[in-house]
DNA sequence: TTTCTGTGATGATACGTATAATCACTTTAT
DNA sequence: ATAAAGTGATTATACGTATCATCACAGAAA
């Protein structure tokens, strides 16, 4: 459908006002002076004049269909970019990538059209959209390792959020260590003399995932020792019951928890269940929740830089949008280092504790 | 700078490929069917068969050149869209918004690019974006009203949220009906038994605020009482505490915040001063926190539909874009009710309370 | 005078899409 | 037989901006 489209102010009706050709008006406006191309100060002044007078602002569809970039920045997000419920895993993202984009004077476009299948956003489709915007912001968990090829391929610049490691490596991305964070905090229970490690991990589907349990697994075998494992999706409910009962089962004195929010239930499932926390069974979170959300326990867990991880996000994507500013060129893969916070959920293990 | 454009997939190219013009790919991207411009099936299969091999989009740029709407929806928020504190005003807003965004297909552009001046952005400078996008919605407290009329002038589609009045009312909104629970807050407090009323409330500037302070007062002199007034900007430090001490002093039985930060902020600053909330002060907050925020004290207090604020904004932008899709024309300007919470900062007065 | 060199500005064109105007051809009506 | 109507597709053009190639002209050099 048309747009009902008000009366537009162009550099044609400027250039007439100035006495002047479009093309006048246009080489004004971009500042050119090449050797063949040259304005004198007073017909430069003119021109501007009557810009200011008019209010005239260029179309930014035609500045892009005439080759010249849109200072926009795309933002896929896999799952809704803002929380329904209380689950707001984007809004530090996010506040990041706007303090970025304004700093470099670009535009954020949220592709909120993409169509959903499956509770997942499909990025190509046939009314993709993506070009609208000069590069492109990849957010989610989990993403298609297809689509992520098909779109290298494309050569249209982009940067996932979180490591990546389909497209035989060739995935731009801003990651978290998670490895790094989640050795640390295993040498920390091991070093407390913890000898019995349990993990409650969620299904493999996303890297960060396989980052944390690789990472828990080699520091718990350097040092001699095992770790039980066990999956669980939901945060919630009956699986979480079933879960806590294997754990109960496996008597171990340390419990690692990817996710959490299953961090906080299963500590109130613990305690309730008469295990005190830390003195029975410590626990530790390898992920944070970014919002109090009410559950006043100070977890032992790892804490990613999720704010840092937007900008610097939008720096990888500006330089790969329109090269390297400065000197510094910036590694078209990078990690960003996860803090280790002590919190109150670990303690040295008691001889039979649970 | 011009943009490293990789090579696009156009529509001549699958007109090539499919033996037509370019002319005949795009009517049947189109589906347009005139008396004058017909398409038959296998024409129509061919030319969709080459272009689901070629994964072919169109160019958004140029079809807005074209003239032809880009569904998208611009969001300009006068303050930083995303929390860099944890004051996260337009969260729930950006919720509802993208919900109906996705819900009737259009894409967002935030503009993050306008320039900061006196700590906010400004809507109208030499780069202005806003045609990029179909329709705009206005985010933000304040709005300045040169700049609202303006763009009624301009005739470009925008509604703003919240309610203003610039511009002789001819501008677009969806607000919130904070007089209507003003009133029921006041009514509340009179019924009570309330005779001494004290309001804090922000500087004039806003619609909202003195939406609230004119229902407020005007609820409290039906009642033949009045009600003492006192404007305080920030929500912390000496600012409050000065507040306070005039609060003291005018020895008040309820008290009205606008703020709910501040409400917050006198009620532990009471408590800590020796009066208790609400035996000796009822506190009424006319305003929320979106976010748990540590603050365990439920408020007495109104409570906005942000979530519904925004979905029905961009509802109203898609019909103001659009035209009428059903039968059911939309007002330009609408208010929202809010809800009054109960809360518990509020009893009956006791005599000489504070 | 003629030729060269710089100066100031313009015309033409490309970008990719949408669509009105038109054309060639076939079938039906007169 | 010719005109009218219908069918399938194409050509031409507009949208607003950026930029290359070009041009007119003045003054300087030959």
Redesign the interface.
Same mark, same amino acid.
């Not at 489209?5 to 044609?12: A, C, L, M, S």
């Not at 046939?126 to 492109?136: I, M, S, T």
């Not at 979480?240 to 239930?265: C, H, M, N, S, Y």
């Given at each position: 459908?048309?747009?009902?489209?008000?009366e537009?102010v162009t550099q044609r009706m400027i250039a007439e006002l100035a006495g002047v050709s479009q093309a006048t008006v246009s080489l004004v406006l971009n500042g050119k002076t090449d050797s063949t191309t040259r304005i004198p100060a007073e017909t430069r002044q003119r021109v501007l004049e009557v810009i200011r007078e008019t209010?005239y602002?260029?179309?930014?569809?035609?500045r @892009?269909?005439a080759?010249?970039?849109?200072?926009?920045i795309g933002i896929f997000t896999y799952e809704?970019? /803002?929380?329904?419920e209380s689950s707001?895993f984007y809004?530090p993202l996010?506040?990041g990538?706007?303090?970025a984009?304004?700093q470099i004077?670009?535009?954020?476009?949220? /592709?909120? @059209?993409a169509p959903?299948v499956d509770g997942r956003r499909r990025l /190509?489709h046939e009314?993709?959209?993506?070009?609208?915007a000069?590069g492109c912001l990849l957010l989610g968990r989990e993403m298609d390792a297809d689509e992520l090829t098909?779109l290298v391929d494309?050569?249209?610049?982009f940067v996932a959020i979180g490591r990546r490691d389909a497209a035989d490596g060739r995935i731009p991305y801003v990651g978290v260590d998670y490895g790094g964070a989640t050795a640390q905090l295993a040498r920390l229970a091991i070093d407390l003399g913890h000898r019995d490690f349990y993990y409650l991990h969620l299904p493999f589907a996303a890297e960060s995932t396989r980052d944390r349990k690789d990472s828990l697994s080699a520091e718990v075998e350097s040092a001699g020792l095992s770790v039980t494992m066990a999956v669980t999706e939901s945060a919630e409910g009956a699986d979480l019951d079933l879960a806590w009962a294997a754990i109960r089962k496996a008597q171990p004195t340390v419990l690692f928890v990817e996710d959490a929010g299953q961090a906080e239930a299963l500590r109130d499932i613990a305690v309730a269940d008469g295990v005190a926390v830390p003195e029975q069974l410590s626990i530790i979170a390898l992920g944070e929740r970014t919002?109090? @959300?009410?559950h006043a326990v100070d977890f032992t867990r790892l804490s990613a830089p999720r704010q840092e991880l937007g900008s610097r996000a939008v720096a990888l994507l500006d330089q790969i949008?329109?090269?390297t500013r400065d000197s510094t060129e910036l590694a078209h893969q990078q990690l960003v280092s996860c803090t280790v916070i002590a919190g109150a959920t670990v303690a040295a293990p008691r001889v039979g504790s649970m």
């Amino acid at each position: 459908m048309a747009i009902n489209r008000p009366e537009r102010v162009t550099q044609r009706m400027i250039a007439e006002l100035a006495g002047v050709s479009q093309a006048t008006v246009s080489l004004v406006l971009n500042g050119k002076t090449d050797s063949t191309t040259r304005i004198p100060a007073e017909t430069r002044q003119r021109v501007l004049e009557v810009i200011r007078e008019t209010t005239y602002v260029a179309d930014p569809a035609a500045r @892009s269909l005439a080759g010249v970039g849109n200072n926009l920045i795309g933002i896929f997000t896999y799952e809704h970019a /803002f929380p329904h419920e209380s689950s707001d895993f984007y809004t530090p993202l996010l506040t990041g990538i706007e303090g970025a984009a304004e700093q470099i004077g670009v535009d954020l476009l949220m /592709f909120t @059209s993409a169509p959903v299948v499956d509770g997942r956003r499909r990025l /190509f489709h046939e009314n993709n959209r993506l070009r609208l915007a000069d590069g492109c912001l990849l957010l989610g968990r989990e993403m298609d390792a297809d689509e992520l090829t098909r779109l290298v391929d494309s050569r249209y610049p982009f940067v996932a959020i979180g490591r990546r490691d389909a497209a035989d490596g060739r995935i731009p991305y801003v990651g978290v260590d998670y490895g790094g964070a989640t050795a640390q905090l295993a040498r920390l229970a091991i070093d407390l003399g913890h000898r019995d490690f349990y993990y409650l991990h969620l299904p493999f589907a996303a890297e960060s995932t396989r980052d944390r349990k690789d990472s828990l697994s080699a520091e718990v075998e350097s040092a001699g020792l095992s770790v039980t494992m066990a999956v669980t999706e939901s945060a919630e409910g009956a699986d979480l019951d079933l879960a806590w009962a294997a754990i109960r089962k496996a008597q171990p004195t340390v419990l690692f928890v990817e996710d959490a929010g299953q961090a906080e239930a299963l500590r109130d499932i613990a305690v309730a269940d008469g295990v005190a926390v830390p003195e029975q069974l410590s626990i530790i979170a390898l992920g944070e929740r970014t919002r109090p @959300s009410g559950h006043a326990v100070d977890f032992t867990r790892l804490s990613a830089p999720r704010q840092e991880l937007g900008s610097r996000a939008v720096a990888l994507l500006d330089q790969i949008m329109n090269g390297t500013r400065d000197s510094t060129e910036l590694a078209h893969q990078q990690l960003v280092s996860c803090t280790v916070i002590a919190g109150a959920t670990v303690a040295a293990p008691r001889v039979g504790s649970m």
